[in-house]
């Protein structure tokens, strides 16, 4: 199953509630307490994001965070890319032929049934998150499709 981690779980949370308030700064406290999300972790999550130039810090008495993108601009694939690293499906992804378990070497390469089946369904997995805006995670409108659909050819 793929699963996304705490992190970006956070920073989705966030920015989800940034675009909500969008054109006003959000404090890592407000976001903190109203999701319930520990702070320390939050602020590892936030640094990272404003690294990543997907959101804005703003220094002061009414500071805080903003989105430094549209939310209609702002993709599932950027935050993921952010916290993540572009992810994988298999525990060989990036090796390269050769050997087994190093980095950089897979014995079972030449030869592997699962290994391009699997890349095609990593790559239409991160079509559908190129394609996932923020803008898309807010509150649909009644009877609205939030996603695409996933269409994986081969």
Do not use: N
């Amino acid at each position: 199953m793929i699963q996304l981690t705490k992190r970006t779980e956070y920073g989705l949370i966030a920015l989800v509630h940034m675009a909500e308030r969008e054109g006003h700064c959000v404090s890592a406290r407000e976001i903190s307490e109203r999701f319930l999300i520990p702070k320390r972790l939050l602020a590892e999550v936030l640094k990272d994001l404003c690294r990543a130039e997907l959101i804005d810090s703003h220094r002061g008495a009414t500071g805080g965070y903003s989105l430094a993108l549209s939310p209609d601009d702002l993709t599932l694939s950027h935050v993921v890319a952010a916290l993540e690293g572009r992810p994988s499906l298999t525990s060989c992804e990036g090796l390269a032929p050769g050997h087994s378990g190093h980095p950089g070497e897979c014995g079972l390469e030449p030869r592997c049934p699962i290994r391009s089946p699997l890349q095609r369904l990593r790559e239409g997995l991160w079509q559908l998150m190129q394609r996932t805006t923020l803008r898309s995670l807010l509150k649909p409108a009644e009877g609205a499709v939030a996603l695409a659909p996933l269409t994986v050819l081969s």
